[in-house]
């Protein structure tokens, strides 16, 4: 007992003096850390704002400057993280058990590791500090002063337009879809005061399904049973007053555009509302996907008894709930897919070759999942390629393989309205399904953790972590980006799958913003170093034993 009571008295001292130099070093660090989550606050803001401009809509200084940033704003935060990890309890752990010499010994042992780490993040920050400065000195050389656009001489095409333009005959698999909506529009066997009432309703369904094609192709049927008529589209920025001074230059041809400009939303909603007042009108207003512009755009909708019809579409379901009655769009059989593909190749399935690889056509069609618009854009892929190269250009399939068709590049910007849509917290979430194979199935609970544990869930006073991840799954199904997988007999989403032309999507951004990456069985070789933050590692026959990684963090 005395021999123990000795030791202590000499290792206390130490202790102290031990204590006290760990207790300046942690100030002087956690001063720098707190300087460092101020101006990840900044950084955050600037890529959130840079965020809201799709990625080939800016200049590629600004791309490269916004590429540095975020790897900048990704290491600041490991750095906070690493602090945090480290200086959790020390003090408390030091003096814990001071009874006992061994865990004393251990705890000094400990506290001199830990010394050793803060030393090292102080290093750490202020080489981040100086890698901040290299960047603003670059953001400043180059005259990088915001969200700069590729020049204006760059006439963009709104894809959809394509689909408001195309051929009858052209149109596959939409004679049944055409002929349900028709009857919703017409039916009148409801009561006979409701009988004369405006009826609206909205298609429902995600990018590329084929929601405008099948709107345009009910509206050539019915629009001669109409005095006015007009298709207008909206999109996800919409100018409301834009919209309304298309409504109205539709319905009353003789109107000057310079007439409307000097009109606010109340003078056009008046203007429009005069000129519907004793018409039966047609309008198809194509494409919503906020309800505060679909609140504006309805009150110009005037209810005059006189049988008048509204169609919109949309891939939102809670606007679709909040428009009118619902049309759920489905996608294509697995024979319509076929006789699409077929048409769109060889002019149709009865001119198909007899020695065309049909294994490998049916596996592109599975990808397809019944999307008219992928079905078109994979067809257009192949057309013209010779039918021994279709399985490569199969295992190619994708949006970053850098193949120039045209229509690839329309699904892609189609899909893609989708994702530039979400708040950032959900494009979080969404990437992060990149880390699953296609054809997954993802266990709805099991993603959510997921989600808390990566950080990308907020936290909200009063609701737990995992209900406000539930809270973003169920959006990502209202935005129609994930497909719910229902029980069928408790009638409950258990879990969710991803098309694969939207996994395509995601995994492109995901490559871009070094999100996440992937290794499978297709790399042609191991990296030896590796500057993944998430890896995910997909049918991998290659060993990992050798690549550095030391910024991974899952």
Same mark, same amino acid.
């Given at each position: 007992?005395?021999?123990?009571?000795?030791?202590?008295?000499?290792?206390?001292?130490?202790?102290?003096?031990?204590?006290?130099?760990?207790?300046?070093?942690?100030?002087?660090?956690?001063?720098?850390?707190?300087?460092?989550?101020?101006?990840?606050?900044?950084?955050?803001?600037? /890529?959130?704002?840079?965020?809201?401009?799709?990625?080939?809509?800016?200049?590629?200084?600004?791309?490269?400057?916004?590429?540095?940033?975020?790897?900048?704003?990704?290491?600041?935060?490991?750095?906070?993280?690493?602090?945090?990890?480290?200086?959790?309890?020390?003090?408390?752990?030091?003096?814990?058990?001071?009874?006992?010499?061994?865990?004393?010994?251990?705890?000094?042992?400990?506290?001199?590791?830990?010394?050793?780490?803060?030393?090292?993040?102080?290093?750490?920050?202020?080489?981040?500090?100086?890698?901040?400065?290299?960047?603003?000195?670059?953001?400043?050389?180059?005259?990088?002063?915001?969200?700069?656009?590729?020049?204006?001489?760059?006439?963009?095409?709104?894809?959809?337009?394509?689909?408001?333009?195309?051929?009858?005959?052209?149109?596959?698999?939409?004679?049944?879809?055409?002929?349900?909506?028709?009857?919703?529009?017409?039916?009148?066997?409801?009561?006979?005061?409701?009988?004369?009432?405006?009826?609206?309703?909205?298609?429902?369904?995600?990018?590329?399904?084929?929601?405008?094609?099948?709107?345009?192709?009910?509206?050539?049927?019915?629009?001669?049973?109409?005095?006015?008529?007009?298709?207008?589209?909206?999109?996800?920025?919409?100018?409301?007053?834009?919209? /309304?001074?298309?409504?109205?230059?539709?319905?009353?041809?003789?109107? =000057?555009?310079?007439?409307?400009?000097?009109?606010?939303?109340?003078?056009?909603?008046?203007?429009?509302?005069?000129?519907?007042?004793?018409?039966?009108?047609?309008?198809?207003?194509?494409?919503?996907?906020?309800?505060?512009?679909?609140?504006?755009?309805? $009150?110009?909708? #005037?209810?005059?008894?006189?049988?008048?019809?509204?169609?919109?579409?949309?891939?939102? #379901?809670?606007?679709?709930?909040?428009?009118?009655?619902?049309?759920?769009?489905?996608?294509?059989?697995?024979?319509?897919?076929?006789? /699409?593909?077929?048409?769109?190749?060889?002019?149709?399935?009865?001119? $198909?070759?007899?020695?065309?690889?049909?294994?490998?056509?049916?596996?592109?069609?599975?990808? $397809?999942?019944?999307?008219?618009?992928?079905?078109?854009?994979?067809?257009?892929?192949?057309?013209?390629?010779?039918?021994?190269?279709?399985?490569?250009?199969?295992?190619?399939?994708?949006?970053?393989?850098?193949? &120039?068709?045209?229509?690839?590049?329309?699904?892609?910007?189609?899909?893609?309205?989708?994702?530039?849509? /979400?708040? =950032?917290?959900?494009?979080?979430?969404?990437?992060?399904?990149?880390?699953?194979?296609?054809?997954?199935?993802?266990?709805?609970?099991?993603?959510?953790?997921?989600?808390?544990?990566?950080?990308?869930?907020?936290?909200?006073?009063?609701?737990?972590?995992?209900?406000?991840?539930?809270?973003?799954?169920?959006?990502?199904?209202?935005?129609?980006?994930?497909?719910?997988?229902?029980?069928?007999?408790?009638?409950?989403?258990?879990? $969710? =799958?991803?098309?694969?032309?939207?996994?395509?999507?995601?995994?492109?951004?995901?490559?871009?913003?070094?999100?996440?990456?992937?290794?499978?069985?297709?790399?042609?070789?191991?990296?030896?170093?590796?500057?993944?933050?998430?890896?995910?590692?997909?049918?991998?026959?290659?060993?990992?034993? &050798?690549?550095?990684?030391?910024?991974?963090?899952?």
């Amino acid at each position: 007992m005395e021999v123990v009571t000795g030791a202590m008295g000499s290792l206390l001292p130490k202790l102290g003096e031990l204590l006290v130099g760990e207790y300046k070093l942690l100030k002087g660090v956690k001063k720098d850390v707190e300087s460092l989550e101020r101006e990840m606050k900044s950084m955050n803001a600037a /890529l959130v704002k840079m965020a809201e401009v799709p990625r080939d809509q800016l200049d590629n200084q600004v791309i490269i400057w916004a590429d540095e940033l975020r790897e900048l704003s990704y290491d600041m935060e490991d750095v906070v993280d690493n602090f945090l990890v480290c200086a959790e309890g020390s003090q408390s752990d030091a003096i814990a058990d001071s009874n006992n010499l061994k865990r004393l010994v251990g705890k000094m042992a400990n506290l001199f590791t830990k010394g050793k780490t803060r030393h090292q993040i102080g290093n750490a920050i202020r080489d981040i500090k100086n890698r901040a400065q290299e960047v603003a000195d670059r953001r400043d050389r180059y005259k990088v002063d915001g969200v700069v656009t590729n020049p204006a001489g760059k006439q963009k095409i709104d894809p959809r337009v394509l689909a408001l333009y195309k051929d009858q005959k052209e149109l596959v698999g939409i004679e049944d879809a055409r002929d349900e909506l028709t009857k919703m529009l017409t039916d009148d066997d409801g009561p006979k005061q409701q009988q004369h009432k405006m009826k609206i309703v909205s298609i429902i369904g995600p990018g590329g399904l084929g929601k405008t094609t099948l709107a345009k192709a009910v509206y050539d049927r019915l629009q001669t049973q109409f005095t006015c008529t007009t298709f207008v589209l909206v999109g996800r920025d919409p100018e409301v007053k834009k919209v /309304l001074r298309d409504i109205i230059l539709e319905v009353d041809k003789n109107k =000057c555009m310079g007439d409307l400009a000097t009109l606010d939303e109340t003078q056009l909603i008046s203007k429009l509302r005069r000129l519907l007042e004793n018409a039966r009108y047609l309008i198809v207003i194509d494409d919503i996907w906020d309800l505060k512009a679909w609140d504006i755009i309805k $009150c110009a909708l #005037l209810d005059n008894n006189h049988v008048s019809r509204v169609i919109t579409t949309t891939r939102i #379901l809670d606007v679709a709930k909040n428009t009118g009655d619902i049309y759920k769009l489905k996608p294509l059989s697995h024979h319509l897919s076929e006789e /699409l593909f077929y048409t769109r190749l060889f002019g149709g399935k009865d001119k $198909c070759p007899f020695d065309h690889p049909a294994e490998v056509s049916s596996k592109i069609l599975q990808k $397809c999942g019944g999307l008219p618009l992928a079905i078109i854009t994979l067809a257009s892929l192949l057309a013209g390629k010779p039918m021994e190269n279709w399985s490569k250009v199969f295992n190619s399939i994708g949006f970053g393989s850098g193949d &120039n068709n045209k229509d690839v590049e329309n699904t892609r910007k189609i899909l893609s309205f989708s994702y530039y849509d /979400l708040p =950032c917290h959900l494009r979080s979430c969404l990437l992060h399904l990149s880390v699953y194979p296609e054809d997954d199935l993802i266990m709805k609970d099991t993603l959510i953790w997921q989600w808390v544990a990566e950080g990308f869930v907020i936290e909200e006073p009063g609701v737990s972590l995992f209900e406000t991840g539930e809270r973003y799954f169920n959006e990502l199904l209202n935005r129609s980006m994930i497909q719910p997988v229902e029980d069928s007999v408790k009638y409950t989403i258990y879990a $969710c =799958c991803i098309h694969d032309m939207v996994l395509d999507i995601i995994c492109l951004f995901s490559k871009e913003q070094n999100f996440v990456t992937i290794l499978d069985s297709n790399e042609e070789h191991t990296p030896s170093q590796c500057n993944a933050r998430r890896l995910a590692v997909q049918k991998r026959v290659l060993p990992l034993t &050798n690549m550095n990684m030391p910024k991974l963090r899952s």
